[in-house]
Every structure is written in C-alpha cells, then in structure tokens.
C-alpha cells in the first residue's frame, strides 16, 4: 500500500481558546514495533482534548503532541511485533495522542475491531468513554447488579456511556443533567430518574429516591463543589469515583467523619498515564464483555454533531458549552 508523505492534522497554535486550532499539514508517523498504523477516518473530541488544548493535560513522553484521544479507521501499516490484526482491517483505537490527523499511531493492545454494523463514526465514538467507564464505574468503582448508582453529567459522551453500561449490568441508575430537555435525554437512555440540578439538589433528591440510604457509587466529573453532597450522597460503604475536576480539585474545610463512619471509598482516575499493559487489560474487558453489547444494539453512542476535521475549533467550541447531548465527532475526508 502506497502512503502520502504528508497528512492533514490540527495543530494547536499555543495554549487557549478553540481558535487556538489550526487546519495544517505534517510528516506521517510510524508504528513502533507493538504499534499499527490508522487511516482515519473519524476522531472523538473529548474533554482531555480540550484540557490539553488549554495546556493542562500534556502527553505522556514520546506521544504525539498532536490532540485526539480517540480514533476508528482502516489499518495501513503494522509494527514488526503486530500479530492481531492486518492491512485493511478496519479498528478503533484508544490512542496515547494524534487522533485529530489523516492517520495515526496506536498500541495494538489498545485497539479494537469495529462492532458489528458500526460505521467510523459511530466507532470513533467508542473508545475513550468506554475504556473510562469500564475502568471507572465497573474497576474502581466495583458496581455490581442490584446496586444504586449516581451518574454525573448524565448527557455528556462519559454520561451516556455509563447510564447505558450500567443498565445493561443491572443496576438502578440515577443521573443528573442542566435543563429539562437533558433530563429527559437520561431517561431514554435508560436511567431510572434523572434531576435537573440546577432546579434541585441532587443530594436531598437522591436520599428521597432511595428512602434514605442513598446510592452504592457516584461517578462524578465535576469535583470540588460537587464533594459534599456526593458524600451525602452515598450509603454505607459506597464509592465516590472521580473522573475530572470541571468544578476545581480544592476542597475547602468539611467534615470528613462520614467518610470513616460509613466507610466510604473515595477514589478516581485519569485514563492517559497508564502503561499500554493496563489499558490492554481494559480492551481484553470491553472486548469480552461489552462488545456483544454495541455489536447487538443492546447499547452504543449517541452522536450529536459531526464536524470535519478542518472545523475542530468550531467542535471545541461546542464541546465547552455543554450545549451537546452525546459525542462530538470529526470526520477525515480520504
């Protein structure tokens, strides 16, 4: 297979705003030994993206500096170790950094095939929530059938996913959302009550939903201004995942004895430092048992816009107004 020379990619010209992002031209990379090479046909935008665009969220040494977490695509070129997967097989990839390019490197370990029926947007829009989710909701989290969980940002990518993921695994979900058309999002998507919290506290709402005892895990982006009310939020040996800090990562003077008295967890994580070892481990998980999922239609994305890859300032744009339900997804034109 002949390659170009060149790709179109987006570079991010200084840390800013989204009209930091440019539309430029550069050297294709090649796959290390363990790596394939994608062709791609459709990148996620993320919250990471947005961070990292702004200049708070580095990659890891020897990643592309480019942005773009997230990639589905062809496979055009494979590593001498690759063993998994051939030219022209069609993958999407949790990548370590690139995504927002004509092509990209990625892990052989942290790609996928295509679920069954999926086009490359819809499995562009994949990987990065459900690896988070997984490892989250189901790792640090240890939700199980039968318990309660609160789910923030309940019409975000992340929300999305875990409302669907965890429905499906049997559990009671409970999700919050800004305004009445999101809460009703939430319930389509699955979840058993969803609160408008800028009209409630979702504190007092979940102990009412609960009869008190209130829910086995939260998973929350928001951070800081959400902590109190997410520990008020919890039952006896509940689980507070921590996912990101849009609300600031400070807490300021509170009470910590609940966390002792009803033996909570209070844990988190972030996706883009760990080994390709554990992020392989989490792909060999969703591959065993989510994919069945996405590949019946049990669950899966939902798309809100889809912009081309040219107009990933316009995508940011969207993705800070939270204005979006679902995904944000750029497309490659070949």
Known sequence: MTLP???PIIIADGAGGPEVLKPSTG???????DEVLIRVMAAGVNRPDVAQRMGAYPPPPGASPLIGLEVSGEVVALGDEVTGYKIGDRVCALTNGGGYAGYCVAPEAQT???PAG????????????????????????????GERVLIHGGTSGIGVTAIQL????????YATAGSDEKVAACLALGADAAINYRTEDFAERVKALTGGRGVDVVLDMVGASY???????LAMDGRLVMIAFLGGSKVEAMDLAPIMTRRLTVTGSTMRPRSTAQKGEIAAALRAKVWPLLSAGKCGPVVHKVFPLAEAAAAHALMESSAHIGKIMLTVAE
């Open 112 to 114: 996928l095939p295509w």
């Open 227 to 233: 902590f109190s009310k997410n520990i008020r939020s």
């Open 166 to 173: 965890a429905k499906a695994f049997g559990a009671t979900v």
């Open 5 to 7: 020379a060149a790709m």
């Open 118 to 145: 999926y086009d490359a947007i819809r499995a562009g829009a994949v990987p990065e929530t459900y690896f988070t989710v997984w490892a989250n909701l189901f790792g640090h989290g240890r939700l199980v059938p």
């Open 27 to 33: 050297p294709l990379p090649s796959p290390k030994p």
